[in-house]
T-cell receptor, first 113, second 115 residues
Framework: DAGITQSPRHKVTETGTPVTLRCHQT?????MYWYRQDPGHGLRLIHY???????DKGEVSDGYSVSRSKTEDFLLTLESATSSQTSVYFC????????????FGSGTQLSVL | DAKTTQPTSMDCAEGRAANLPCNHS???????VYWYRQIHSQGPQYIIH???NNETNEMASLIITEDRKSSTLILPHATLRDTAVYYC????????????????FGTGTRLKVLA
């Protein structure tokens, strides 16, 4: 999967608990993205990063924060998880600079009870 | 940004060509059409993209109509492993201020290849 590792692969947590998902890449790509996937909604962009410490919001960013302290790592944090954040989360990377293809990780299944 | 419309589901016989249509009637002149697919619960996988000319690679062919309002992804000899959800996406014409594009995925077409 193009050198992308998401962790954990599965997580069950309780409402109100903070949760952090990690995306790690070995491709040295500039752009990194977090998507969530829910039945009937397809993939929706949460946040993305265009460099170390450079991030921006996607279409469904409320309740999520991100950080990128190194090129290879992009963290997604749910400060206080809610049941509506139960979803499959995908990380994607893109080299940019004329190559705009997205390469996706294997996903994290998050269940908030 | 242009939106896309795809059929919810399609069936195709194994060994036959699978033709997946996509409507993008509001597409602008500098917006590309991208196709991805998602097999079972894996992450989506890039297939092909194009602007106005037909494109072919080792996975598929992309036919874009002359007015660019629709396109068709063709899998020439579908196999059972091609069973997946196929997403047609229009890449926005303008980059964000950070230099990237915000890809908007719809719900795609669920293709089932039948033995």
């Amino acid at each position: 999967d193009a050198g992308i590792t998401q962790s954990p692969r599965h997580k069950v947590t309780e409402t109100g608990t903070p949760v952090t998902l990690r995306c790690h890449q070995t491709e040295n790509h500039r752009y990194m993205y977090w998507y969530r996937q829910d039945p009937g909604h397809g993939l929706r962009l949460i946040h993305y990063s265009y460099g170390v410490k450079d991030t921006d919001k996607g279409e469904v960013s409320d309740g999520y924060s991100v950080s990128r302290s190194k090129t290879e790592d992009f963290l997604l944090t749910l400060e206080s998880a809610t049941s509506s954040q139960t979803s499959v989360y995908f990380c994607a990377i893109s080299p940019g600079q004329g190559n705009e293809k997205l390469f996706f990780g294997s996903g994290t299944q998050l269940s908030v009870l | 940004d242009a939106k896309t419309t795809q059929p919810t589901s399609m069936d195709c016989a194994e060994g036959r060509a699978a033709n997946l249509p996509c409507n993008h009637s509001t597409i602008s002149g500098n917006e590309y059409v991208y196709w991805y697919r998602q097999i079972h619960s894996q992450g989506p996988q890039y297939i092909i993209h194009g602007l106005k000319n037909n494109e072919t690679n080792e996975m598929a062919s992309l036919i874009i109509t002359e007015d660019r309002k629709s396109s068709t992804l063709i899998l020439p000899h579908a196999t059972l492993r091609d069973t997946a959800v196929y997403y047609c996406i229009v890449r926005p014409g303008l980059r964000t201020t950070s230099g990237t594009y915000k890809y908007i995925f719809g719900t795609g077409t669920r293709l089932k290849v039948l033995a």
